[in-house]
C-alpha cells in the first residue's frame, strides 16, 4: 500500500519523507488555509515546494468548478512540477475534466467521494486516484470502511486501474482496515502513520535490552 500524507505542513511533510516510507501527499484548500498559504502566487508556490521535498505524487486542488475553468486551472497546476496531480471534485463538469486530462496524458485525484456509484464514474473517466473520505462518512455514523470494499470490488470486477486512495483517514486503525480491504493508497496525517509504531511490549522489551545490555559493561 502506498503511503500519503495528508498535510500542507512542510515541517510534517519533510518528517514523513525522512523517515523513508513516504509515497506522496494529498492537499486541499482547507489543509493550505490552515498553514496560512492564501493567494494564488503562494500557494503555486507552496506546491513546488512541497515537490522538492518528497519523491511521489503530490495532489493540487483545482477551485473552479467549471468544465473550462477546471481545464485551465489544471493545466496550469500540472505545469507547476511532474509529481503534479490535478484534483477535481467528483462533480458532472468534473468528470468531464477528469475524461479530458486522461485523454491528455495528466494524472488525476477524483475528490470528495461518498459513495461507489461516484467511484465507478471517476473510474470510467479514467482517474489515476479516487478519493473516498472514510472519516467523513464515520463522523455522520456511516461506515466508511464499507465504501472501500464496495469500490474494491466494483474496480476487481471490471478491471480499472484507478487506484483506490482512502481519504479523510484519521488514525492508525483505519490505515490497518483500508490494507486489508486492499485500498492502494492512504493520505492520512503524520499521527495516524506513525501511531502504527506504538506498542507497549516494543517499548517494554526495548527498555529490557538496554538495561540488560547495561549490566554487562
Ligand atoms: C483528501 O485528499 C482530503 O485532503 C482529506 O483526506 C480530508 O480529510 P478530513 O476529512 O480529515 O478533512
Same mark, same amino acid.
Given at each position: 500500500m502506498?503511503? !500519503?500524507?495528508?498535510?500542507a505542513n512542510?515541517a510534517? %511533510?519533510k518528517?514523513a519523507?525522512d523517515l523513508?516510507? $513516504?509515497?506522496?501527499v494529498?492537499t486541499?484548500p482547507?489543509?493550505?488555509a490552515k498553514?496560512g498559504?492564501?493567494g494564488?502566487?503562494?500557494?503555486?508556490?507552496h506546491?513546488?515546494?512541497i515537490?522538492?521535498i518528497?519523491d511521489?505524487?503530490?495532489?493540487?486542488?483545482?477551485?473552479?468548478?467549471?468544465f473550462e475553468g477546471m481545464?485551465?486551472?489544471?493545466?496550469?497546476?500540472?505545469?507547476? *512540477?511532474?509529481?503534479?496531480?490535478v484534483?477535481i471534485?467528483?462533480?458532472?463538469?468534473?468528470i468531464? =475534466?477528469i475524461?479530458?486530462?486522461?485523454?491528455?496524458? %495528466?494524472?488525476t485525484?477524483?475528490?470528495?467521494? !461518498?459513495?461507489?456509484?461516484?467511484?465507478?464514474?471517476?473510474?470510467?473517466?479514467g482517474?489515476?486516484?479516487?478519493?473516498? !473520505?472514510i472519516?467523513?462518512?464515520d &463522523?455522520? #455514523?456511516s461506515d466508511g470502511?464499507n $465504501?472501500?470494499a &464496495?469500490?474494491?470490488?466494483?474496480y476487481d470486477?471490471?478491471g480499472?486501474?484507478t487506484? %483506490?486512495?482512502?481519504?479523510?483517514?484519521?488514525?492508525?486503525? *483505519?490505515?490497518? &482496515?483500508?490494507?486489508?480491504?486492499g =485500498?492502494?493508497?492512504?493520505t492520512?496525517?503524520?499521527l #495516524?502513520?506513525?501511531?502504527?509504531?506504538? *506498542?507497549p511490549?516494543?517499548?517494554?522489551?526495548?527498555?529490557? !535490552?538496554?538495561a540488560?545490555?547495561?549490566k554487562?559493561?
Amino acid at each position: 500500500m502506498k503511503f !500519503f500524507i495528508d498535510t500542507a505542513n512542510l515541517a510534517q %511533510i519533510k518528517e514523513a519523507q525522512d523517515l523513508g516510507i $513516504l509515497d506522496g501527499v494529498t492537499t486541499n484548500p482547507s489543509l493550505m488555509a490552515k498553514e496560512g498559504i492564501t493567494g494564488r502566487d503562494n500557494i503555486l508556490k507552496h506546491y513546488v515546494d512541497i515537490c522538492n521535498i518528497v519523491d511521489g505524487d503530490v495532489s493540487a486542488e483545482v477551485i473552479a468548478t467549471d468544465f473550462e475553468g477546471m481545464v485551465k486551472e489544471g493545466e496550469q497546476l500540472a505545469s507547476l *512540477h511532474q509529481q503534479i496531480v490535478v484534483k477535481i471534485p467528483v462533480i458532472k463538469e468534473g468528470i468531464k =475534466a477528469i475524461k479530458y486530462f486522461t485523454d491528455n496524458g %495528466i494524472k488525476t485525484n477524483c475528490t470528495l467521494v !461518498f459513495s461507489a456509484g461516484q467511484a465507478l464514474l471517476a473510474a470510467k473517466a479514467g482517474a489515476t486516484y479516487v478519493s473516498p !473520505f472514510i472519516g467523513r462518512l464515520d &463522523d455522520i #455514523s456511516s461506515d466508511g470502511l464499507n $465504501l472501500i470494499a &464496495d469500490i474494491r470490488l466494483i474496480y476487481d470486477n471490471y478491471g480499472y486501474e484507478t487506484q %483506490i486512495l482512502a481519504a479523510s483517514v484519521r488514525h492508525s486503525m *483505519h490505515i490497518i &482496515d483500508c490494507a486489508k480491504l486492499g =485500498a492502494d493508497v492512504m493520505t492520512g496525517p503524520l499521527l #495516524s502513520i506513525v501511531g502504527l509504531l506504538k *506498542h507497549p511490549l516494543t517499548d517494554l522489551g526495548l527498555a529490557q !535490552f538496554l538495561a540488560d545490555y547495561n549490566k554487562g559493561n
